[in-house]
């Protein structure tokens, strides 16, 4: 899970750069963590070994997902869970962003530049290979993505 990349590089797992995490507050839960993970990205994570979509979700969530077809089914759980911000890349132009993002979200904030992710050993990696989004849903995290100081633009939807 968590994966940066569309296409999977010898299935390896991507990571939420922590600087990232720490200018978005605290989450109580990340559905989709990586089993193994240098550091953590909630209080409370589910693995690919929990199956976080069949899961019930509580609290903030912090959702960075599976990357290819899989990404709309997480944006449509972050959506019916009203508490959360997902990444992803800024696929502006897809019926995923459309039906999930322009339709559903509450704000979004397109990062200036290209990520890094790391690796889950903690190292970091090469810049992903397009621009990325975060996407609040709820009214709690339009304002946690106005004052997170990330370089960017941000846009409230809703």
Not at 3 to 14: G, I, M
Not at 17 to 39: A, H, Q, Y
Not at 74 to 98: G, Q, V
Not at 105 to 118: D, E, P, Q, V
Request: proline letters at 6%.
């Amino acid at each position: 899970m968590n994966t940066s990349f569309e296409t999977y590089h010898n299935k390896e797992e991507w990571l939420t750069p922590p600087d990232l995490l720490n200018k978005l507050g605290v989450f109580d839960l990340d559905p989709c963590s990586p089993i193994n993970r240098p550091w953590d990205t909630a209080k409370h994570h589910f693995t690919k070994k929990d199956n976080g979509l069949n899961k019930e979700w509580f609290g903030r969530v912090w959702c960075n997902p599976p990357y290819g077809n899989q990404t709309k089914i997480w944006l449509e759980k972050c959506s019916a869970h009203e508490n959360a911000i997902a990444l992803t890349f800024a696929r502006t132009d897809t019926k995923m962003f459309y039906d999930h993002v322009w339709q559903k979200a509450s704000a979004i904030l397109f990062i200036k530049g290209r990520l890094k992710f790391y690796k889950p050993t903690g190292e970091i990696g090469s810049s992903a290979g397009a621009p990325s989004v975060l996407i609040a849903y709820g009214n709690k995290n339009i304002s946690q993505l106005r004052k997170s100081k990330i370089k960017g633009l941000f846009i409230q939807l809703k």
